[in-house]
């Protein structure tokens, strides 16, 4: 195999009558890069799901005592109705998983994502971005406080509209726990023509995902709770995005 210019110079050696190093050099070389990186462009879907599929991007920072208070994280209060959710997040036999990164996104109370592809005609919150993270504790508990999503429209022909829900990210201990889904709302009137809750095909892998009605996990006088349980894997694992 030729190499390019620009490799040869990275991979000069120092000594060549250094044969110890003169072989690994060889080795390594077939390793460089001949062309540089091929930039795979994304499919974007219609402007009014684009943002469904852009997940929030947080860098490599820790995870702040606010990341998971989406109510708190600017200096404002946001608009809308005070929710907690919180569940656990266990792997196949009901094992808690510890220490997991567990994200959120979603729309604000308008029914509108703080994204720049949503035209959604709905107005912005200044005080309310849409996105958290936090980790899961020893009990593979996690925790956050929010405001609950409006619903918001396709602006397809048929006039479909979207029942109100969570996005969520988890990575799980392994590659093959990567999950990313969505969480529901009980008794929420547009779930039965909700068009990404009828993707799911099992009645029962559908019914995980709507969340449960869950008063001690709120917040007295001021926000509703809401339990939903995540599996990261196994027969009953929830149901998870196509591509992720």
Not at 100 to 112: H, I, K, P, S, Y
Request: proline letters at 11%; hydrophobic letters at 40%; a neutral charge.
């Amino acid at each position: 195999m030729a190499l390019s210019e620009p490799a040869q110079e990275r991979i000069r050696p120092t000594d060549p009558d250094d044969s110890a190093f003169a072989t690994a050099l060889r080795a390594a070389a077939l390793r460089v890069p001949l062309r540089p990186a091929v930039r795979v462009p994304v499919p974007l879907p219609p402007a009014s799901r684009t943002v469904e599929l852009t997940g929030p991007v947080f860098g490599a920072a820790d995870v702040g005592p606010l990341d998971g208070d989406l109510t708190r994280q600017h200096r404002g209060e946001p608009i809308g109705e005070r929710i907690v959710v919180g569940g656990r997040v266990t792997d196949r036999r009901g094992r808690p998983v510890r220490g997991q990164l567990v994200e959120v996104w979603q729309a604000n109370a308008a029914g509108r994502y703080a994204h720049p592809l949503d035209r959604h005609p709905a107005p912005l919150d200044p005080n309310f971005t849409g996105a958290g993270r936090c980790l899961t504790d020893d009990d593979g508990r996690y925790r956050f406080v929010t405001v609950r999503p409006g619903a918001y429209p396709l602006g397809d022909p048929g006039d479909h509209w979207r029942a109100s829900h969570l996005h969520f990210s988890l990575f799980g201990t392994a590659f093959t726990q990567r999950l990313v889904t969505q969480m529901y709302f009980p008794g929420d009137p547009l779930l039965p023509a909700d068009i990404i809750w009828h993707t799911v095909s099992e009645t029962a892998a559908r019914a995980r995902l709507v969340s449960v009605f869950d008063p001690a996990l709120g917040e007295p006088g001021r926000s509703l709770g809401y339990r939903w349980d995540i599996v990261l894997d196994g027969p009953s694992a929830t149901w998870a995005e196509e591509g992720r």
